[in-house]
Every structure is written in structure tokens, then in C-alpha cells.
């Protein structure tokens, strides 16, 4: 067994966190809870988007449960797949792998339980089509996106293909099949993702190539290519998130809160690709975290 999988001897000193707080706050770590949630949140919202008629309490449960638990174990056979390049990391050393707090046994147990078992939840208690999407979903992010990130640069259109699909899931849950208005929020969710991703690689450029990562930021030291996709990333961003309104899937009253987040989001990049610093990147990141929960809950709320 070798050191990364070992357990280290457990004391109690004192002021130190109990044994089983620690162990929740490992799990949590693991399964990447805020990830996780995020994804449960695009999941309600195809859900909420695409259901008609009175709302199923029980297929909403099972929706979001059978979701949690394929995101949860996806979560957990990356850390697992990546434990070695997380251990050179700053930002990802102290996360029970490679911390040495969790044997890899134990996280890959909890991987494939949680994703298995999610997969076939949502195959039996909402729909098979929402399963295979779930099941795709995992796939592509741990047999496609996982290996190419230390292959190519390309990895990040990748990743954010099944970072896209929860929405999907839920409005194949609530219907039965995906329509086309479900692929408008796959295409929202997948065009923010760029943004979104790109700022935090250059703020971790160094980080990511140090562990072997392949980024744009890290062959890009200006900061050119970078910052332009962003803005390309948004601008096209802002227009697709006009399509609700203009097919009617939504109120009138969308249409200024779409323009706000869009002009708001819009700035940072311009902001981000001309400057290329750090606290533009990081002011990029965080116009992000503000732009999707607002446009996210006004396509809920402002639906036809």
C-alpha cells in the first residue's frame, strides 16, 4: 500500500475536530459538495422548466436524489483517478486522498456505489432516458474529460459538456424525453462553464501546470487567448440566453433581468481580456457565481 492510501495514526489533541466530524467534512470534501449542489440546482431548473400540469413532489425526490448520488460518486473516481496530480497541488493536497485521511479503497467504494446506485435510481423511478443521460453524463466525465486533462488544452470544452447535462436530466425526468428547449439550457449552462472555467485557470496557472494539467493559461503568459475566448464565451452567452424570451418559453419580464446579468457578465470579460490580471480574472469568476443563479431562477420564474 503506498503512503497516499495509508492511514495516519488518529489522536486526539486537544481542540482538534472529532472523528466522525472530520469524517463528514472528508465526505463532503470527496464528493465535492458545492459541485454537487450545482448540480442540483441546473437539475431543478430543467426539472421546474420542463414540467407541466401540478408539481410531482415524488418525481421531483427522485429526480434530485438519483442526480445527487451519480454527481456524488462521479465526484469521488475523479479525486480518486487524480489523487497523485491533487497531491502536487496546493489548493487540492489537503483533500482526504491526498492527505492520507481516506484510503483509495474507501473512496473508490463510495464512487461506484453512489454512482451506480444513482444511475439505476433514476432509470427506475423517473425514466430509462433520464438514466442513460445520467449514465453518459458520468461516462464522459471520467473516461473523457478526466484523461484529457493532461493531454490537451481542449479539455476544458470537454468538461463542460457534462457539466451541462443536469438541466437535461431534469427536463427529461419531468417529460420523458429531452425536447428542444432542454438543449437552450444545455447550451446556457455550457457556454457559462467557459468563462467560468477559464478565469479560475489563470488564476491557477501555475498550480495547474506544475501538477501536469494542460491549460490554455498555462502556454498563453499574456493572457491573449485567453481573455478572447472568455469574451467570445460570454458575448455569445448573452445572445443565447435571449432565445427563451424570443420563442416565448418565458414572460417579457425575463428579458431585462437576461440583459442585466448578460451586460453585467459581459463587462468582466472585456474587463478580464484586456487587462489579464489576477483581480480581473478574479472579479470574472466571481460576476459568474452571480450571473447563472439569478438568469437560472428568472427562467423559472418568468416561464410561460
Not at 469521488?76 to 483517478?81: K, S
Not at 481580456?273 to 483581480?279: C, D, L, N, P
Request: with cysteine; hydrophobic share 50%.
Amino acid at each position: 500500500m503506498s503512503a497516499l492510501t495509508e492511514k495516519p495514526p488518529l489522536t486526539e489533541m486537544p481542540g482538534q475536530v472529532t472523528q466522525p466530524r472530520r469524517w463528514v467534512s472528508d465526505l463532503s470534501i470527496l464528493v465535492k459538495a458545492r459541485l454537487s449542489f450545482l448540480v442540483l440546482v441546473t437539475t431543478l431548473v430543467g426539472f421546474l422548466f420542463g414540467w407541466r400540469g401540478q408539481l410531482n413532489i415524488v418525481d421531483l425526490f427522485n429526480t434530485l436524489f438519483g442526480t445527487a448520488l451519480a454527481a456524488a460518486g462521479a465526484a469521488a473516481l475523479n479525486q480518486v483517478f487524480e489523487v497523485e496530480l491533487d497531491a502536487l497541488m496546493r489548493r487540492t493536497r489537503n483533500r482526504p486522498l491526498p492527505g492520507g485521511r481516506m484510503t483509495l479503497e474507501e473512496a473508490l467504494l463510495i464512487g461506484v456505489t453512489c454512482s451506480v446506485t444513482g444511475i439505476i435510481w433514476l432509470s427506475l423511478t423517473t425514466n430509462l432516458y433520464a438514466g442513460m443521460l445520467s449514465a453518459l453524463t458520468t461516462g464522459i466525465y471520467l473516461f473523457v474529460y478526466t484523461p484529457l486533462k493532461t493531454r490537451t488544452s481542449l479539455n476544458t470544452i470537454v468538461g463542460a459538456i457534462p457539466g451541462a447535462l443536469p438541466p437535461v436530466i431534469g427536463w427529461t425526468a419531468a417529460r420523458g424525453h429531452a425536447d428542444f428547449e432542454s438543449w437552450i439550457l444545455f447550451a446556457i449552462l455550457f457556454l457559462w462553464q467557459m468563462p467560468h472555467f477559464l478565469a479560475i485557470s489563470w488564476l491557477y496557472r501555475d498550480e495547474y501546470k506544475k501538477a501536469g494539467f494542460v491549460m490554455l493559461s498555462g502556454t498563453d503568459p499574456g493572457c491573449r487567448m485567453t481573455g478572447r475566448q472568455s469574451l467570445l464565451y460570454t458575448m455569445v452567452l448573452t445572445c443565447v440566453s435571449f432565445i427563451p424570451v424570443l420563442l416565448q418559453l418565458t414572460t417579457v419580464w425575463y428579458f431585462p433581468v437576461a440583459a442585466l446579468m448578460g451586460g453585467y457578465f459581459l463587462w468582466n470579460s472585456f474587463r478580464f481580456a484586456i487587462e489579464g490580471s489576477a483581480i480581473a480574472a478574479r472579479q470574472l469568476f466571481l460576476s459568474s457565481i452571480i450571473y447563472l443563479p439569478v438568469t437560472l431562477v428568472a427562467l423559472v420564474l418568468t416561464r410561460s
